[in-house]
């Protein structure tokens, strides 16, 4: 499902360049689930905006499902995106001026689907929030966002969800819920999960692990961990 | 490109994103103003030009002496379909059977006045007063024959009868110089009176009121071009107040100017409150770009939206302009010095219509070129900063294309292209000295961030960090408050030389016809009076003749000084140049010169004649030839003053030795004039009054429509700019909401963040004041210097008085928005994230 061939990224800073990722090469069969662990600043966020063709590598290339999206122009990335990919921010990034009922339709409306909004409410009502369609995110709790953010994510029906600490902004009761909700529903859909998380307990929840440090994959001592 | 779901998404942002009304409330008012001022330039520009009609009879006139102008000599130069009417203006002796008065007679047909109105009094119509051989006469004649209405007079060979008197002509072409008291006939009953022998000094006009009043000029140009031979001369009403003329440009290069401060004033506002809202939007376009949106599409969202808002705010801007001055017209009379006749302007609504969509396009561009830059990948990092976005190559270029086009289009519109051009070039050299200001003035507020008070630093780092809102909030409101605080000093500079061209004490009444012998006694009369006598002067009517020794018929003479050729001219002599003038060339004779004849010449009519200090001029004087050399030339003279001017000042001399009289100014008040007036008529009778204040009150009516003109549009300036200043504030409170909720989460209290944004307003509002001043009256110098040609005059009120406003204004809202951003809740912006 995912491919990535010695992949490097560098970012341009006043101060000077910068080496974010220093050769990534890794492999994620399709359906399955993985956890990126690694302390801050490790690139993993980065690696994951490169999966989602937010950014181009710098160096070397990256194949989901056989299309090399590292070669494809932005418009091409856009589009890729609005097939395949769902994404679950740490900070939601829901639109603020948006309901939740609305910032669930975006992607099916982006893909022309005329029943977006049917769509949108069943997706909600499934991660439990049927009650709050026409709220908007400042009005609602941390949890309830990243709920509406993970039905975001799912709506489309994606065959790659990424989800950069899906739970780091919540509390341990709500984070425990919310990594049920993700899990099963990624697992219902058949697609295949890339998480980054600090969490230890989260990262067990994937069919395996890989650690990063200094914008590397290096090897782990838990049989889940894999590297390069 | 999925526009429905693209108009739908406007709508839903449209819906909570009430900071969008800065962007149509700038458009509104940037165009509303632009509109108004385009339309109040026209109509007040419109209204000299009426004026100018009505003071001379006609929109053009053709104007002969010695003989009439033949039906085949108009033939292939009046057009068709204007209206004519033919006058003949002739000096003469009105009698009754004990006394006689020289009078300045005009001879009217049926169709006279083609503009303006006579008034009579008793009142009645013209045809009515000069029906059977009636005559109106002006009161001083009734006064001087000591007769009345109804009263038989006599001119020539003719019998009239005194039918009313006159009390205002609205063509007082004689002006200031003509010979006698008015009187009017029928045009048909001049024959009878046996006074237009062939070679008399009578004047033949023909007016014409033109269909298309709006091309005079090209009207007398085809005529000159039909008639290139013509006896009589051409002239249009456009060009025939020399005095005012260079005024009427000044005021047309102010509206320019201040029109282009609105424009520039609304720019900075819809700049402004675009960057505020794409800054606010950044995270919600990445996140819809990380959703699956294209660059372009997500790009082209927010462009629809603010197209769709500029199409509003144009929209009602236009609305508004057109309404504007049929909005003044309903102040209440008294308010404004002159009511100007409000309708619409057509071309000045399109042009500001152009000119707002393309001023909205290039300021909106880059800022949202900049934001599609932003990399969705920044959701990873924690957001993303607009002013971190470079637009792309592409994008730049086309910001710079657009304000080409905007500049093109501007310079086009504008009155005076080179004027626009120079302004906008020195709004540009200005835009760039203010940005290196502001630039330096954040690195102060940075190094006194180092060494503040520890509540200070936040606001002091606020101010001094790099790509914040600063830079674009100080220079959008330095250059707003400059632009106000230059309109209005230039406006200053206007009002200044138009209270210079009012004469400080207006020669209210001039005398003709002192005899030499009686000059003492007409001074003593007229002390006695309790008024005063301005200027006396020694006066004979003579004819140029020859030019540097060649006669006038074969010199080629310019058309600004055809009319001083023709006919006899009044001349005087003097030991002294004037007061208060520079000679533009040669020298005054010395006090006791007696040597051959040396003249002084005015400026315009040397340059028209192609003479210089050292050639002659050749003079008939009473049957004499009188040949001067040229010893002086000096300044054009401002006929629009009301003082006595004469073209030709002689030495004194052989001339003097001529027949002459003496003509006086004399300012005496209006209520005491009759009393003056009775007794020189007994003690001098041949004195002969001419009363010149309709002459100069007709120059003051223009002169006071040229002031409400500068208070109007600085008026419109003035609350155009005053958005700006609120969109200037609607972008920093954005900013400090958010730093608001992070301060109190960290513990600040309300008075810590009052503190806080307090400094951070005075600090911003301190130096954009500081910016503006040095914009403003730099500005409104190098404008009076190189644009309108006046002396500059520093008023330091009107400067100080309009930034302190502007400041006033500022931490006025600045306050009130600090109560309730200390008051909200910390809890829904930290949740927002």
């Known amino acids: 499902m995912i491919r990535a061939e010695d992949v490097h990224l560098t970012l341009r800073a006043q101060s000077g360049p910068v080496n974010v990722l220093r050769g990534i090469d890794l492999e994620v069969a399709a359906g399955s689930s993985i956890g990126v662990v690694g302390p801050s600043g490790s690139g993993k966020s980065s690696l994951l905006a490169l999966l989602a063709g937010l950014e181009r590598p710098t160096h070397g290339r990256i194949f989901v499902d056989g299309v090399e999206i590292s070669a494809l122009n932005e418009n091409e990335r856009a589009d890729w995106r609005r097939r395949e990919l769902g994404i679950l921010f740490q900070s939601f ?136 | 490109m999925n526009w429905r779901l693209a108009t739908r998404l406007v709508w839903r942002d449209l819906r909570a994103s009430p900071q969008l009304l800065w962007i149509v409330a700038a458009l509104v008012l940037g165009v509303a103003t632009f509109a108004a001022v385009g339309t109040a330039r026209q109509v007040v520009l419109e209204t000299l030009q009426r004026d100018a009609a009505v003071l001379m009879g006609g929109d053009a006139r053709l104007r002969a002496t010695g003989a009439p102008i033949t039906p085949e000599e108009k033939a292939g130069v009046v057009p068709d379909d204007a209206r004519t009417s033919d006058i003949v203006s002739v000096n003469t002796i009105l009698k009754t059977d004990t006394a006689d008065v020289t009078v300045a ?141 260079g005024l009427i440009d000044r005021l047309a290069t102010f509206l320019t100017l201040s029109s282009l401060a609105a424009l520039a004033t609304g720019g900075l506002a819809v700049a402004l409150a675009a960057r505020t809202h794409l800054a606010g939007k950044l995270t919600a376009m990445a996140t819809l770009r990380a959703l699956g949106g294209r660059p372009g599409w997500v790009a082209g969202l927010y462009g629809l939206q603010l197209a769709l808002l500029g199409a509003l705010g144009l929209g009602l801007g236009i609305i508004l302009g057109a309404l504007m001055p049929f909005g003044l017209a309903l102040l209440p009379p008294g308010l404004l010095p002159v009511q100007l006749e409000p309708r619409i302007v057509p071309q000045a609504l399109f042009a500001a219509a152009a000119i707002g969509a393309l001023v909205l396009a290039c300021f909106v561009w880059l800022p949202l070129a900049g934001a599609r830059a932003v990399s969705p990948a920044s959701l990873f990092r924690g957001g993303t900063d607009l002013a971190d976005a470079k637009p792309p190559r592409r994008d730049r270029l086309i910001a710079l294309g657009l304000a080409i086009a905007l500049t093109a289009l501007v310079i086009a519109v504008a009155d005076d292209g080179r004027l626009a051009a120079t302004v906008l070039l020195a709004l540009a050299g200005g835009t760039a000295v203010l940005v290196g200001l502001v630039l330096a003035l954040q690195r102060l507020a ?130 002294e140049p004037p007061a208060d003038e520079r000679l533009v060339a040669g020298r005054w004779w010395s006090d006791d010169y007696r040597g051959p004849p040396l003249v002084a010449i005015e400026d315009e009519a040397a340059t028209a004649y192609g003479v210089d200090v050292g050639d002659t001029l050749t003079f008939n004087v009473l ?84 002031r409400a003109a500068v208070l109007v549009v600085a008026g419109l300036s003035l609350v155009s700019g005053l958005v700006v200043l609120a969109a200037s504030l609607a972008a920093v409170r954005t900013r400090q909401r958010r730093a608001a909720a992070i301060l109190k989460a ?7 963040l009052v503190r806080t944004f307090l400094v951070e307003h ?27 040609g006046l002396p500059f005059v520093f008023a330091p009120f009107t400067a100080l008085g309009i930034i302190g406003l502007g400041l006033a204004l500022t931490t006025l809202t600045g306050l009130l928005g600090l109560a309730r951003l200390a008051a909200q809740s910390a809890q829904p912006l930290l949740r927002a994230g």
């Open chain 2, 623 to 706: 049957g004499r030839l009188v040949e001067a050399e040229i010893a002086a030339i000096r300044p054009e003279i401002d006929w629009s003053r009301g003082r006595l001017e004469f073209l030709f000042t002689f030495s004194p001399g052989l001339i003097d030795q001529a027949p002459h009289s003496v003509i006086a100014s004399v300012d005496v008040a209006l209520d005491e004039r009759p009393a003056l007036l009775a007794t020189l008529s007994d003690a001098l009778p041949t004195v002969t009054p001419l009363l010149i204040d309709e002459t100069l009150a007709a120059a003051s009516a223009v002169l006071d429509r040229i």
């Open chain 1, 93 to 228: 990034h829901l639109i603020s001026t948006l309901t939740a009922l609305e910032n669930v339709a975006v992607p099916l409306e982006l893909a022309g689907d005329w029943a977006a909004d049917a769509h949108a409410r069943e997706a909600l009502d499934a991660v439990g929030l049927g009650h709050r369609l026409d709220h908007r995110p400042t009005q609602l709790s941390g949890g309830e966002q990243q709920r509406v953010a993970l039905a975001r994510a799912l709506v489309a029906k994606p065959r790659l969800v990424l989800a950069d600490e899906p739970t780091g902004n919540l509390d341990g009761d709500t984070a425990s819920h919310m990594a049920d909700l993700l899990f099963s529903a990624v697992a219902e859909a058949g697609a295949t999960l890339l998480l980054i998380t600090h969490d230890p307990a989260l990262a067990a929840r994937c069919d395996r692990i890989a650690q990063m440090a200094n914008g590397k994959l290096v090897q782990a001592p838990s049989p889940r961990v894999e590297a390069a």
């Open chain 2, 446 to 575: 940075g190094a006194l961030a180092g060494v503040a008070p520890p509540r200070l630093r936040l606001p002091l780092r606020e101010l001094a960090r790099p790509g914040g809102e600063t830079t674009p909030t100080v220079l959008a409101l330095a250059l707003g408050l400059g632009l106000l605080a230059m309109v209005a000093q230039t406006g200053q500079v206007i009002d200044r030389e138009l209270d210079a061209r009012v004469p400080a004490r207006a020669p209210s009444t001039i005398f003709i016809d002192i005899q030499p012998d009686m000059r003492e006694r007409f001074e003593t009369i007229v002390q006695d009076a309790g008024a005063e006598v301005l200027q006396l002067a020694p006066y004979l009517r003579a004819r140029l003749v020859r030019i540097a020794g060649v006669p006038v018929a074969e010199v080629e003479i310019g058309e600004e000084a055809a009319w001083s050729v023709r006919g006899d001219r009044g001349i005087t002599w003097s030991a």
């Open chain 2, 105 to 245: 007679l005009k001879g009217v047909d049926g169709a006279y006045p083609l503009y303006g109105e006579l008034r009579l009094d008793p009142p009645m119509p013209v045809s009515d007063a000069l029906w059977d051989r009636g005559i109106i006469v002006a009161p001083g004649v009734l006064t001087r024959l000591g007769v009345e209405v109804g009263d038989p007079v006599r001119i020539g060979d003719a019998d009239f009868t005194i039918r009313t008197t006159l009390v205002a002509e609205p063509d007082r072409t004689g002006g200031v110089f003509q010979i006698g008291p008015r009187v009017i006939v029928a045009l048909d009953d001049l024959a009878a009176t046996g006074i237009l022998r062939e070679g008399s000094v009578a004047r033949y006009q023909t007016r014409i009121a033109l269909a298309d009043t709006s091309d005079r000029d090209g009207f007398v140009e085809k005529a000159r071009r039909a008639a290139p031979d013509a006896r009589f001369e051409v002239r249009s009403a456009s060009a025939a107040q020399p005095g005012l003329e």
């Open chain 2, 746 to 752: 960290l513990g600040a209290g309300r008075r810590d």
């Open chain 2, 762 to 788: 005075a600090g911003l509002g301190a130096l954009a004041g500081l910016a503006a001043l040095v914009l403003g009256i730099a500005g409104a110098w190098l404008i009076a210097a190189f644009a309108l």
